[in-house]
C-alpha cells in the first residue's frame, strides 16, 4: 500500500519559542513524500527529518504530534522510523494518572540510539499514513491551523516538552517548497499559490508551491472547488472560491469586502503581511470561520442564496476578524501556554474599529463581551494570566469568554485610555520589531507604555494578572437653584467591584444638552457636586459601554 512513485515534498525550518521565555528549542527541516487519496480519505507518506538540537541540553527522547485534523476519527499511524539506517521502536507517549498507565494517541514517542548533544544534529525517517480523513460537504481539510496544533497538525511534527506543558500551541514561521499530487479531477487549495501543475500518466496530477516565512501550511482539496472571482488588492493576489455544485450568491460579494477591508488595515499599518490571500468555503458548522495562514475558511450554507443585509453583515464581519488574524495570529504570534489575549484581542479589535468607521453594526463582538461580562457576573475565574491546561479543567469555553470577550473589552479600556493613536502606534511597532515572531505580556506592555508615556502597571494587573470585576452604580441625583440662578446637582456615585477604573458620567440637561464629566472610581462611594445653567434630567455611568460593568442596570 505504501507508495513512494507520486509525491508530496514539504520543506521547512522553524524555530519554536516555549512559554514568554523566547528560548530557541530546535532548528529542524521537513522533506515530506506525500500521496493523498480523497475517495478513500487518506494520505501515505515519507517524512525526513534534519533536526539541530538548539535545546540548551542533553536529548534521549523526541516526540511527534500526531494531529487529528478536526475529527476524533482521524488517526495517524507510524509504520517505521529510521534514524543512521537503525530502524527504531517508538510508541504512543504514555504517562500515570490515577495509579495507571495513560496512552496518549496524540504523542508518539522515539528513544534516540544515542545521546542527542546540544549543537549536534540527526535526520529522522519516519513512514506515515492518516487515515479517516474528514470529508464535510464534499471538502477534505488539512490544517494546519495555529487555535490547535494537536487537532490540525497533518504530519508527524516535532513536539517540545517544557515548563510542565507539552508545548502543542506554539507556532513558527517556515519555508514551504511543495509539491502536491492528487487525482486529476481534485481542485486543491493550499496556503500558497501554485507555481507549476504536471500531469502524470496514472490519472493523477503534481502541482508545485513556494511560501515562505508561513506559520502553517494547509490544505483544501475536492473536486467542486471553484474559482472565478479574484482581484489584486494593494499588490495582493486574492482568490475566492466556492462549490460548483452550488449557487454562489453572498459569496459574488467576498472579493469587494476583502478589498475594502485590507485597504484599511494597510492603511493602518502600511503594509498586508503576505502576497496572497484565498477564501474557501467551509461548511454550516463554522458559523464564525476561521483561518490558517493565507487563508480563511467561511461557512458554507443554502442560506447565501438569499443575500440579506444581516447576511452580508456578518460575512463581512468573518472576512474583518480573520484578515486580522493573518496579522496578529500568524504573522505575530503568542505561545499558547497562556491564553493568547494580546493577538486575539488585536484581532477583534481591529474588525470592532472597522465596522466603527464603517457605521456598520458589530453584533458578533457585543456577543463575545456580552458572554464575557455574563462570566464574570457568574463568578467564573476570568484571569487571563493562568495556564491553559489549568483552564482546560473549568467547565467553560474559557478560549470565547477569555481569549475572545476579555481581550475585546481589555483593548476597548486600553484605548480609552491611552488614545486610538497610541493604540495603533503600539500594534504597529509589535508588528515592525516582530516579524514571524512572538510577543508577550511583558513586551506589549513596556511599549505601551512608553508610546503613551502612563505607567499601566495598575491596569495590566487588574486586568490580565488578577481576577477583578467592575460595578459601578449611581445610587441618588439630588439638585438645587443657587443665589445666582444656576443648579447645582450632588450626585452620589457607588463602587461595589473590586476593581478600579476611571468611570465617565453623561450628565443630561432639561435644555436637551449632555455634559460628561470623569469619576477616578477609586472610592467606595462618593459626592459628585457640578453646577449647571438647567436642572438636570438623567445621569449615565459609562454611556459608551467601555468598561465590562457587571450589573449596569444600576448605571
Known sequence: MFKTKITFILTFIFI?????????????????????????????????????????????????????????????KINEVIVSEKVLTGNYYQ???????????????????????????????????????????????????IQDLQRSSWYPRLIFFSNGNWQKKDFFSADYDVVLTVPNEENPVTSSLALDTEKLRNGQKKISYKS???????????????????????????????????????????????????????????????????IIPGNKYQDEGYANSNMIVVHDTPDYEKITKEKEEKLRWILAYNIAKQYFGYYLSESGEYPRWITSGASLYLAYDYFREKNLPYPKYKELTEEYISAGKAGFNTKIWQPVNTLSRFDFDWERIIEKGKSSQVFKMLENITGKKVLYDTLGELLERYPNGFVNNAIFQELIEFNSGKD??????????????????????KQAKTVNGKYQAKIIVRRYGDAVMPVSIAVSLKDGTK??????????EAELTFEYNFPVTSAHLDPAGILPDIDSQNN
Not at 519516519?126 to 491551523?145: C, M, P, R, V, Y
Not at 455634559?515 to 467606595?524: A, D, H, I, L, S
Request: neutral net charge; charged residues 25%; without cysteine.
Open 212 to 278: 515562505k516565512n508561513a506559520r502553517g501550511f494547509a490544505i483544501v482539496t475536492s473536486s467542486l472547488l471553484i474559482s472565478d472571482n479574484n482581484a489584486f488588492v494593494n499588490g495582493i493576489f486574492v482568490r475566492n472560491y466556492f462549490k460548483a455544485n452550488k449557487n454562489p450568491g453572498l459569496r459574488k460579494m467576498i472579493i469587494p469586502f476583502v478589498q475594502d477591508i485590507i485597504s484599511f488595515y494597510s492603511k493602518k499599518f502600511g503594509f498586508y503581511p503576505e502576497k496572497n490571500l484565498l
Open 456 to 477: 499601566l502597571s495598575w491596569f495590566f494587573n487588574q486586568w490580565i494578572r488578577e481576577d477583578k470585576n467592575i460595578d459601578y452604580a449611581i445610587a441618588s441625583i
Open 515 to 524: 455634559v460628561f464629566q470623569v469619576w477616578e472610581g477609586n472610592k467606595t
Open 16 to 76: 519554536v519559542l516555549v512559554g514568554i521565555s523566547d528560548k530557541v528549542l530546535a532548528n529542524v527541516s521537513y522533506n515530506l513524500n506525500i500521496t493523498l487519496y480523497p475517495s478513500q480519505r487518506m494520505l501515505e507518506g515519507y517524512e525526513e527529518i534534519t533536526f539541530v538540537n538548539e535545546s540548551g541540553k542533553t536529548l534521549n527522547e523526541l516526540y511527534f504530534n500526531l494531529g487529528l485534523n478536526n475529527s476524533y476519527d482521524t488517526r495517524m
Open 95 to 145: 504517562y500515570e494518572y490515577l495509579e495507571k498507565l495513560v496512552e496518549d494517541r496524540s504523542v508518539y514517542k522515539i528513544s534516540l540510539p544515542s545521546p542527542l548533544e546540544e549543537g549536534e544534529s540527526i535526520i529522522i525517517k519516519i513512514k506515515f499514513e492518516l487515515g479517516n480523513l474528514t470529508k464535510t460537504n464534499d471538502l477534505i481539510f488539512l490544517d494546519d491551523s
